[in-house]
């Protein structure tokens, strides 16, 4: 039937399904208080002084509807360019949570300050000038010297040393070769997309000890576009963890949406550009990743790829076959990772409405509000990679413990604000299915959809870089391509040759790595062949 419908059949599919199960949302919403879950929210008084002249910082701190805030004492920390800093306590007001701080700034530079009540905080800025300094002389602002974290950098190196041996030892098997480098590249990019793991926080200038530094070497700059969360990238690299040197997209097309539209504070960053222009960057940087590289992101670069490769090595080694979907279950199970994009996409928007039309669509999206405390970035809610990035993190000491467990967001989740207990059941549910369906979430994943709109259809089909490429007359039908597949994908086998690339390939190279025929199966790049299959039966 999906082969008959076409592609307007199936996105009509999708879209009437996504706009179903928006109808349904909007009218269940129920008007819910502004002061859901525990945070803090200031403002300043001004962004830009002359020093030595004060700054007001005035906000409202909330602890969630069943708590209350008698003798309650929120700390403002005033960060100097040279990285000293004045405390600040000031009590809020019993009933309202309210508090006011005015501090005299007496050195010339951007100032950080941060209002603080236990793990909880905001982040402010503000320039100081000093207008009998000479401006070409700027003083010079000495911060913490770089300190690497041997710890980290032993354990990547030793890591990146055993993967080296493994695909050494795999290069001398005919069957294991590329799958044996694929898996050492694999393992040497997650140290590359985290290596700001390698810094020593410790030694970071961060006067509320209990702020992570995740945005911690994620700062870069496109054609003039300042992107303070990170460059985007179509794979998992999540915006959670700290030290990470690029950002998963799909965060940042739900955040510059729906809360960070407008130009303003972001969650510890400042945009300098309106959330139009931030996503046009995005947007600009997939479609140019999707062309050139395709789903050999899903393949050979995406650390939650990699995870569900070793569930399947463990899976071997316990000796416990695999299984498989039936080939119709299959086909359809693909297509819900289409639908996922499409909703996160259209969530975000009418949660963002207000900012982008002028009109409130769903109640609880104010700042505070219901919808704004639990579903900013819908989807990294129940992303399996975000608990699985920083429950490893923290067991090497970057992130604190009480940001992943103690309650951040009111008695919904239970937990904390880096990981919700949503997140933990859908990584619970991800692995167990990808222990006996070899990478099973992938066959789903938004951002592998995301991928496949600007690699694998028209026009960008016709311009991608890389494709398989099949010879009719050596392909006698063994059958060998699609038993290999991990995402069990049957064009390879089905089709009688030229292009067999599809949407739902990952791009391994196993079936070009087993197929048993001289040439019959081919990587082309730009036309050209760079690597084909072998007869490994000689």
């Not at 190196?157 to 694999?186: H, P």
């Not at 089905?494 to 190279?509: E, H, P, Q, R």
Request: hydrophobic share 45%.
């Amino acid at each position: 039937m999906w082969k008959k419908r076409g592609i307007k059949s199936k996105a009509f599919f999708v879209f009437t399904i996504v706009a179903s199960l928006i109808v349904i949302g909007v009218l269940v919403c129920q008007p819910v208080s502004s002061c859901y879950g525990p945070h803090i929210t200031a403002t300043i008084s001004d962004t830009q002084i002359n020093i030595n002249e004060n700054v007001t910082v005035t906000g409202t701190v909330c602890l969630g509807l069943e708590e209350d805030l008698i003798n309650l004492t929120v700390r403002v920390t005033f960060v100097r360019p040279d990285y000293s800093w004045i405390d600040q306590p000031v009590e809020a007001d019993n009933e309202t949570g309210e508090f006011s701080v005015t501090q005299k700034l007496d050195m010339a530079g951007y100032w950080n300050i941060f209002p603080i009540y236990g793990h909880i905080n905001d982040r402010l800025g503000v320039t100081v000038i000093d207008p009998l300094a000479d401006s070409s002389d700027p003083p010079p602002i000495v911060g913490s010297p770089f300190k690497p974290n041997l710890l980290l950098i032993a354990a990547a190196v030793t890591t990146v040393s055993i993967g080296a041996v493994f695909a050494v030892t795999g290069l001398k098997k005919k069957t294991r070769k590329i799958s044996s480098f694929r898996l050492f590249i694999q393992v040497a990019l997650v140290f590359l997309i985290f290596f700001g793991m390698f810094v020593d926080h410790e030694i970071l200038p961060q006067p509320a000890s209990k702020i992570p530094v995740h945005e911690f070497l994620v700062g870069t700059n496109v054609l003039g576009v300042s992107m303070s969360d990170g460059f985007p990238v179509p794979f998992f690299g999540c915006y959670y963890p700290c030290g990470k040197t690029v950002t998963c997209a799909l965060w940042e097309i739900q955040t510059y949406i729906y809360p960070f539209w407008q130009t303003g504070r972001g969650w510890g960053v400042d945009y300098n550009s309106s959330g139009l222009v931030r996503l046009a960057v995005v947007f600009a940087a997939i479609i140019l990743l999707s062309v050139l590289l395709g789903k050999f992101f899903c393949g050979w670069v995406c650390p939650f790829g990699l995870y569900m490769d070793l569930l399947t090595y463990l899976r071997k080694a316990v000796k416990i076959p695999h299984r498989d979907f039936s080939e119709v279950f299959n086909k359809k199970f693909h297509q819900l990772g289409y639908v996922i994009l499409a909703l996160l996409i259209v969530l975000s928007v009418i949660f963002g409405s207000e900012a982008i039309a002028g009109a409130q669509l769903v109640s609880g999206t104010e700042e505070g509000g219901f919808v704004y405390q639990y579903f900013s970035a819908p989807f990294c809610q129940v992303c399996p990679m975000k608990p699985f990035c920083v429950l490893l993190e923290s067991t090497v000491g970057l992130i604190r413990p009480e940001w992943i467990f103690q309650v951040t967001t009111g008695a919904f989740y239970e937990l904390g604000y880096y990981v919700t207990s949503l997140n933990l059941l859908v990584l619970g549910v991800v692995t167990a299915a990808a222990f006996f369906y070899r990478r099973s979430w992938c066959r789903i994943c938004p951002l592998g959809a995301l991928i496949a709109l600007f690699n694998r259809f028209p026009p960008f089909k016709w311009v991608s870089l890389f494709r398989l490429d099949k010879v009719e007359e050596k392909c006698t039908k063994c059958g060998i391509c699609k038993r290999v597949c991990p995402t069990q994908v049957t064009e390879v086998y089905d089709k009688k040759g030229g292009d067999v690339t599809t949407s739902n390939c990952i791009m391994c190279l196993r079936c070009v790595e087993m197929c048993p025929y001289e040439d019959a199966l081919r990587l082309k790049a730009a036309g050209k062949t760079v690597l084909k299959s072998r007869n490994w039966l000689k």
